[in-house]
């Protein structure tokens, strides 16, 4: 029989309301079967860690040096998300701690779903609409109908994936680029257009009338939106970010759109968080912009606690967890 774990869930350390769903997913998914602990911030960090198993922490921020410091026994650090940019990845590889994360399959719906809203809202117009409607003014703006106009996905993972199998039925031309082979099934079953590799990049950014990236960030992508990229976009273009704020160059985005270079944007991560509200980029009326919530939803939360709960399961076992990222 497998044995019952000692397990170490860290809330996020600045906001308790976040235990509500993330916290109470984790305890029914989790507390069971093992012994599940929560981590007090006002209490002696040492102590808290005795004879700990496993931790899940949440989102990844929640975890600094001086914790896995103390952390002898546990077997495993599980982050609750998905992106690890912000984690102290190479100390925890030096203190030999397997890390695993919950990857993009477990957020693909939310995040496909925030994106689709955002083409929606973008393509109708939908902050003008809004204020025409606010003076008691009809009929206007002149809205733009998806059928037949490109769409962009700049990376074809899981998110991306299933922002096609919502934009296909809308009518859409959908070109995607990835750094693996998108093969002959997946192009017929989401109907591409058109299937490329980062070299194409450039390709897909100037015949695209949306383009939304769905790509984690690394060196390789961090402003791969600059204002080079941004020139080459149609001035009627629209562009999403659903996944990391530093894919794009805030600034030169703020340019294009103030300009007229662009015709503008979903926006639901930044490069610093919480972003400076005193930025023009939020009071522009061709900006749909929401508070890094694309993937904070009910069913993100349940299948993120359960992606951790099979892992202190298989650690319970003797099985090695999925989806390490300190190999």
């Known amino acids: 029989m497998p044995e019952r774990l000692n397990v170490l869930f860290l809330p996020h350390p600045l906001k308790a309301s976040m235990f509500t769903p993330w916290g109470e997913d984790v305890v029914k998914a989790?507390?069971?079967?093992?012994n599940l602990h929560i981590f007090d911030y006002d209490q002696p960090l040492s102590p808290q860690f005795e004879g700990i198993d496993v931790v899940i922490d949440h989102g990844g921020s929640a975890?600094?040096?001086?914790?896995?410091?103390?952390?002898?026994?546990?077997?495993?650090?599980?982050?609750?998300?998905?992106?690890?940019d912000h984690f102290d990845l190479d100390y925890w590889k030096a203190k030999g701690m397997p890390v695993a994360n919950c990857p993009g399959?477990?957020?693909a719906v939310a995040l496909a779903e925030c994106a689709m809203m955002f083409i929606l809202m973008l393509t109708r117009r939908y902050p003008i609409a809004r204020a025409r409607l606010d003076v008691g003014q009809l009929y206007e703006p002149l809205g733009l109908e998806l059928e037949g106009i490109q769409l962009g996905i700049v990376g074809f993972g899981a998110s991306g994936i299933e922002l096609a199998r919502r934009a296909?039925?809308?009518?859409?031309?959908?070109?995607?680029?990835?750094?693996?082979?998108?093969?002959?099934e997946e192009r017929h079953e989401f109907g591409l257009s058109f299937v490329g590799k980062p070299s194409d990049l450039e390709k897909v950014v100037s015949e695209s009338d949306?383009?939304?990236?769905?790509?984690?960030?690394?060196?390789?992508?961090?402003?791969?939106?600059d204002t080079r990229i941004l020139s080459l976009m149609?001035?009627?273009?629209?562009?999403?970010?659903?996944?990391?704020?530093?894919?794009?160059?805030?600034?030169?985005?703020?340019?294009?759109?103030?300009?007229?270079?662009l015709g503008g944007a979903g926006i639901d991560a930044y490069s610093q968080e919480p972003p400076d509200l005193s930025s023009p980029l939020f009071?522009?009326?061709?900006?749909?912009?929401?508070?890094?919530?694309?993937?904070?939803?009910?069913?993100?939360?349940?299948?993120?606690?359960?992606?951790?709960?099979?892992?202190?399961?298989?650690?319970?076992?003797?099985?090695?967890?999925?989806?390490?990222?300190?190999?």
């Open 210 to 225: 949306i383009l939304s990236l769905h790509l984690h960030l690394n060196d390789e992508t961090h402003h791969i939106i």
């Open 105 to 107: 399959a477990f957020s």
């Open 283 to 327: 009071s522009l009326p061709n900006v749909i912009a929401t508070p890094h919530t694309a993937g904070v939803t009910d069913g993100t939360s349940r299948k993120r606690a359960q992606c951790a709960a099979d892992n202190v399961d298989r650690i319970a076992a003797g099985l090695e967890p999925l989806y390490r990222i300190d190999l």
């Open 63 to 84: 975890g600094v040096r001086e914790m896995v410091d103390v952390a002898s026994a546990a077997r495993l650090w599980q982050i609750l998300g998905t992106g690890f």
């Open 168 to 184: 296909r039925p809308f009518g859409m031309e959908i070109a995607a680029i990835d750094i693996r082979e998108i093969d002959d």
């Open 30 to 34: 989790v507390g069971a079967r093992h």
């Open 234 to 261: 149609k001035p009627t273009a629209y562009l999403i970010n659903v996944a990391r704020g530093a894919l794009v160059d805030e600034e030169a985005l703020t340019q294009a759109l103030i300009s007229g270079q």
